[in-house]
Nanobody, 121 residues
């Protein structure tokens, strides 16, 4: 079982940047892919980005492509989401997720508790 704890959320002005972190424990961190999802008020949870076990393959939702970057540090058991050029549509609770295998699939084994990100206009 993987335990995930997000941090780094907060309030930012439109056009600004935030960096989210997700610390993992449990299974060997380098043995599974990781992803970020978000859920805005009144909306379904949606995929944001994913990264495979060694960082070689990444995927992004069209809405964040070119603005967000996912990365991981296997030595520190941490995955990051760098968010730039943020806009009010990015306001949501952000969740990190562990996939079941080394390459990303939407079969999630564990979820973090979420961190709130609010973008003001």
């Amino acid at each position: 079982q993987v335990q995930l704890v997000e941090s780094g959320g907060g309030l930012v002005q439109a056009g600004g940047s935030l960096r989210l972190s997700c610390a993992a424990s449990g299974r060997t961190f380098g043995s599974y892919a990781m992803g970020w999802f978000r859920q805005a008020p009144g909306k379904e949870r949606e995929f944001v980005a994913s990264i495979d076990w060694n960082g070689g393959i990444t995927y992004y939702a069209d809405s964040v492509k070119g603005r967000f970057a996912i990365s991981r540090d296997n030595a520190k058991n941490t995955v990051f989401l760098q968010m730039n050029s943020m806009n009010t549509d990015d306001t949501a609770v952000y969740y990190c997720a562990a996939s079941t295998g080394t390459y990303w699939s939407r079969v999630i084994s564990s979820w973090g508790q979420g961190t709130q990100v609010t973008v003001s206009s």
